[in-house]
C-alpha cells in the first residue's frame, strides 16, 4: 500500500471510466498511459509501478486477481428472498431448503431437491429428481431435465439448457431409429454455465462437468462428454458427443471438437479451430484459414483449392532438373 | 438367440458399466475386447459373433438398431397426465385434444390445435393458430410462434424456437427496411429439434421441414429453407436463407450452408465445413484447416497466406527451366 | 404506375406463388422469366421494365425497398391489447404505460420502465431497473437482466438474453476466479435481436449496441462490445470481448470476431470468416476453406499441411538452378 491509506472506495472501475470513490486497476503495461489522465480516488498496481502514480495505490502481484477480489467484495450477487413464490408450481415430494428461492412462474418436478440458499430466478423448469446443490444460481428460463445433478455454486445463466436428448440415431432402412437417452448430466462444484448453453445427458452413463469448469454463452457439449476440472470455454464452442477433454484446458471462441477424440490436461485450442483428432500433449493448437481482403482472398482460394496442381508442377520440375544435372 | 433364454433384462447399459439385469451390445469390432470384462446378463451381438462369449445373447444383423428398439422398449418416453394445468393459459378458440397435457404456466394462443396425446410441458408458448399434431412432445419452454405448424410424433427440445421472423431486410439510405416476415415454419412427421435450434418462418411462402428430419441442438434454419425428408443435422449447424437441402443428407457439426443454394439427395458434409455453392452430386464433402500445435500452424498460415508468392516462384522457376533446355 | 389502377392489392406474395389480390415484385433480373408465368394482380418493377408485362404495375427506381414499405403496410405487427395480464407478476416500484402490454407469467422486476406502446409476450422476464422504450416489442419468453436499457421501437425474438454475465474470469494457482459484470448492456433505438441471441453486459463499462443495428438469431455478443450504428450480422455470428465493430457493416453467417479488435466502418465479413487482427480499412474481407468432394478435399489438406515442405522444395530448386547457371 502507498499514499493516503483512510481513502474510501465505493466502487471498481475502469481507469478510463473511474471518477471519486472508485478504484481502478492496471495489469498490462500497454494502458500505463492511462495512469496519468485516471480520475480513480484508488488504484491496484503490479509491485514494480509504485513510484508511476501519487494516487493512493495497493501494490500486489497480481493486479487482476486482486481487482477480482475487490469487485467481488463491492459487488456482491443480488440478494434474493427465501421462499417459494405464489405462483410458482412445486410438485410432489420435491425439497426445497427453507433458506432457498423459487421465483414467480418456476416449476420445480417431483422430488428434486434444492440445497441451502439455492436460488432459482422465474420462469426456470427444474425436472423431476434433479437435484441442486447449495448456494447454486439460476437465472430467470434456465430449464433442467429430469434426474439431472448440479453441483454447490452454480451459476447458471437465462435460457441454458442442461440435459436435453443427446443426438443418439441409429439409421435403418432409409430412417433415424431414435435411441433413448437415459443417463444424466452431472456437473461438479463451481460450475458456471453462459446463456444459451446446452449440455446432453448421455446415452447410457452420464455427461460429466467436473468442478470448476466454466462454460461462455451458446456452448454445445454433446452426450457422453466429459469435460476436466478448472477447463474453461469461450462463447459457442461446441463438444461433440462422447470426446473427453483434459483438465485445466481453454477453448477460444468457436473452437469445436469432433466426437470420441481425447484432449489431454493443458491444451489450449484457440478461436475457431476445427480439432479433428485426439491432441494427447499439452499445448497450443490452431489452425483457421487467416482472413484477407477480397482480392487477395480470392486468389489464395484459387492457388490452395489447386494446390495439388502446384505440388505437380514442383515435382516436375525436380524431374528435369535432375535430368540436366545427369547429363552434365 | 443363444444361452440361457430366461435371464431377465430391466436395463440397457454400455458393455463397460453394465451389471445383473443389464443389456449390452457390441456394434463395433473395435470394442470386442470388452466382452471377455463385461458383467452384462445379456449381448446384443452380429450374428458372426456367436462364440465370442458364454454370456446370454441375441445374434442380429445390426445390433445397433436391435439395441435402440430394446432401449425404447425398456426406456419410453416419460409419461403425462392429461389436462391443462390450472396456472396455464389458453385463449379463446384452442382446441386442445382431451388425452393432451398443457403444463404449468404455458400459453396457447388463440384458435392453436393441439391433437391427441400432445404433451406440451412447463413455461411453453403455442402461438396463435399453431397446429401441433398427435403424439408430438414439447419440453419445457419451448416457443412456437403464430400459425407455425408441426406433424405427428415431433419431438422438440427446450429453448428451441420456431418461426421467428426471417432476417430480411432492405438497404435504403445506410439504414434497414424490415420485410414482414409472413411465411410460415411447416415441419412433417417425426421431426426431433433440439435444444436452442431455432427455424425462422418463411418471407412469403413457408420454410418447411420434411418428414423425419432430425436435427440437434443450436442449429440456426434461415427463412424459406427446404430440409429434405430424414436428413440429419448434427449441433451448431447454420443454414442460410432459400436454401434448398435434399433428402437423406448428413451435415455434421458447426457445418454451415449459405443462402439460396441447392443441396442434392444423399450429400454428406463434414463437420466445420462451409457450403459456398450448390453440390448437385451426391457424396462427402469436406473443407476444413487442419489444426497444428503452434509453431507448425504459424509457419503454415504465413505460407498460405503468401501461396501466390509460392506460386510465382514456381513460375519463375519454370520459365527458367525453359530456357536451360532450349540453350541445350 | 402502368396498367389498370383500380386493382385491388390484399397481400404481398412471390412471383410464384401468387394469385388474385397478391402483389409481387421483381428486383433481380435473373427472375424476370418469372413474370410470364405470375399470376399475380399486380407487381412492383424497376422502371426499365415497363414494357414487361401487361399486369398493372408500380414502377420504382428499388423494388425490394417499395415491396418492403407496401408489405409493412399490407402486414402490421399483430395487435395486443393494452393491460398487464393477470398472472403476471409485477414487482414494486415498476412503471408500466398504460399502453403497455404485460403477457401471462411475465415477471418485472423492481423499478422497470416500460414506455408506450410496448408489448412483452408470454413468459418473459425484465430484470430490476431495466428500461424500455416505446413501441418496442419483446416476443415470448425473452430474459432481459437488471438495469440493461433497450431503446424506442426495438424487437427482440424468444429465447434471446440480455444482459447476462460477460465471460470474465482471472487465473488463479489453477482455478478461475470469477470478475463481477457490473456494466450494463445499452441499447439503441430501432435495433432487433434474433432468437437465441445473446448479448452479455459489461464488465466495468456498458456492451452498446448502436441505433438500427439489425442482429439474426444464435449470434453472440461479448462484454464491452461496441457494435457501431447500422450494422447488421447473419445467423450464428460471434463477437467476442471489448471489440469495437464500426457502422454500416455486414457480417455474413458464423462470422467470428476475435477480441479487443477494432473494425472500421463499411467493413464486409463474408461468412465463416475468422477475424483475427483489427480491420482499419472500409471493405470486403474473406477467409474460408474452400469445401471440396472427400478424395480432393484430403490431398488438399494434406498438401497444405505440409505446404512447409513444398515451399522447401521450392528452395532447393531455386538453389540448384542458382548453381547450375553459374556453371553456364
Sequence with gaps: MAGDPDVAIERVASLESAGPGDIAFLSQAKYRPLLHATRAAALILPRGERDATPIPRILCDDPYVYFARVSALLNPPAAFEPGVHASAVIEAGARIAGSSHVGPGCHVGRNAELGENVCVEAGSAI??????????????????????????????????????????????????????????????????????????????????????????????????????????????VGVAGSARIGRHCTFGGAAMVLGHLEIADDVHVSAGSLVTKSIPQAGTYTGVFPIQAGREWRRTAALLKNIDKLEARVRMLERIIAELREKE
Design 127 to 236: 425436472g423431476d429428481e434433479v437435484r441442486i446443490g447449495e448456494g447454486s444460481r439460476l437465472y430467470p428460463c434456465v430449464v433442467i431435465y429430469p434426474r439431472c445433478v448440479i453441483g454447490k455454486r452454480a451459476i447458471v445463466h437465462s435460457g441454458a439448457v442442461i440435459g436435453a436428448d443427446g443426438f443418439g440415431m441409429a439409421p435403418h432402412e432409409g430412417r433415424w431409429i431414435k435411441i433413448p437417452q437415459v443417463g444424466r448430466v452431472v456437473i461438479g462444484d463451481d460450475v458456471e454455465v453462459g446463456a444459451g448453453t446446452t449440455i446432453d445427458r448421455g446415452t447410457l452413463d452420464d455427461t460429466v462437468i467436473e468442478d470448476g469448469v466454466k462454460l461462455d454463452n451458446q456452448i454445445q457439449i454433446g452426450h457422453n462428454v466429459r469435460v476436466g476440472a478448472h477447463t474453461a470455454m469461450a462463447g459457442c
